[in-house]
């Protein structure tokens, strides 16, 4: 029943928001039409060992590239790609445990990180919608999130999806689109299986469901603000690790009978929204706002061992926090400001 809720509201926001956008032409057929955007964004200060307000220094930059590539083939026909890189480091002084009362630049440590992916094909019949084939690939170059060392390129997610899109708004400066289809998703993940972190093992997933998204790019205050945005809703219907899950569950609640059962938890829609507002200063300066919320109560990028021995506490306590590592009842976001260079190469 709620999945079928979901689908049905899905579908209304696409029928209702017909009215009040009017589909545009297509963009006449042509050539490839390239975008290469490259951004750097630096933010540091520091302090003599004897400042005497006690301060330290902070060193935060972030690269970030946007390529796009589209073509409209004919009037049947129109391919969009687009890749977005992104990484940065921060660093702060801290003071030198060999040499105290002076300080050094501690580690940098990792504040943003993102590949992404997007190539859509859409058959652009001039119908109220259009059928579309779309690929995603989302990953990061590293992942940091355990203490034992990082993991290259992990996870990585891709997916395939195929349904209807409505372009609302299609102008060369100005999109609007929504697809409403069905999604596959496969998820391929690493983890380290010592106490050292030397020894790591790869591992799999799948899962399908019902995709829903909104992709907008819009100018506002009369070009002076350029805002990107996307609404991302996957509701799984079917998931590789369900019978592990409930196995999982029962030798959980074995080990420890007040545990909440955690087996139904990846059939909650995720949920990615994103907002990128860019204020151009100047021909190579500008201001960038991003805004993140995420959703995402069960991580598929989750190891889950469902042949532990509930009277192994020490496998148990193992298994157990790998998988609750990969569950987040509340929801994520994150914030950017920045100001720094641009350079529009095409």
Request: proline share 4%; glycine share 6%.
């Amino acid at each position: 029943m709620a999945r079928s809720r979901l689908a049905t509201t899905c579908t209304l926001i696409v029928c209702l928001a017909a009215p009040a956008l009017a589909q545009d032409e297509p963009t006449a057929p042509g050539p490839w039409a390239f975008e290469t955007l490259a951004s750097l964004n630096l933010t540091q200060s520091a302090f003599s060992s004897n400042w005497a307000g006690g301060d330290r220094g902070s060193l935060a930059w972030v690269a970030r590239t946007n390529l796009g590539a589209v073509r409209q083939f004919n009037q049947k026909f129109r391919w969009d790609n687009t890749l977005k890189l992104a990484y940065g480091e921060k660093a702060d002084q801290i003071e030198d445990p060999d040499d105290p009362g002076r300080n050094k630049w501690a580690k940098g440590e990792k504040n943003e990180d993102q590949i992404q992916l997007d190539s859509v094909a859409r058959f652009t019949l001039q119908a109220a919608v259009d059928p579309y084939l779309a690929l995603r690939g989302e990953s990061q170059f590293l992942n940091e999130s355990d203490p034992r060392g990082a993991l290259k390129l992990d996870p990585i997610k891709l997916s395939e999806s195929g349904g209807i899109a409505r372009a609302f708004v299609q102008e060369e400066s100005r999109e609007v689109v929504s697809r409403l289809g069905l999604a596959l998703r496969q998820t391929f993940a690493q983890r380290f299986t010592d106490a050292t972190g030397n020894d790591t093992e790869r591992f799999s997933t799948n899962d399908a469901g019902i995709e829903f998204r909104t992709n907008v790019t819009y100018p506002l205050l009369g070009d002076k603000i350029i805002y990107k945005g996307e609404v991302f809703v996957l509701w799984s219907l079917v998931f590789s690790e369900a019978d592990a899950l409930k196995e999982f569950d029962r030798r959980a609640q074995q080990y420890d009978p007040s545990r909440e059962p955690v087996q139904d938890f990846w059939k909650t829609a995720d949920v990615n929204w994103q907002n990128e507002f860019t204020a151009p200063i100047t021909s190579w300066l500008n201001v960038n706002f991003v805004f993140q919320l995420v959703y995402d109560e069960f991580d598929t990028a989750t190891k889950v061992d469902a042949t532990f021995d509930p009277s192994d506490e020490d496998a148990a306590r193992a298994a157990i926090a790998e998988v609750d590592a990969g569950i987040r009842k509340a929801g994520q976001w994150r914030q950017v400001l920045a100001i720094g260079l641009s350079y529009q190469f095409l």
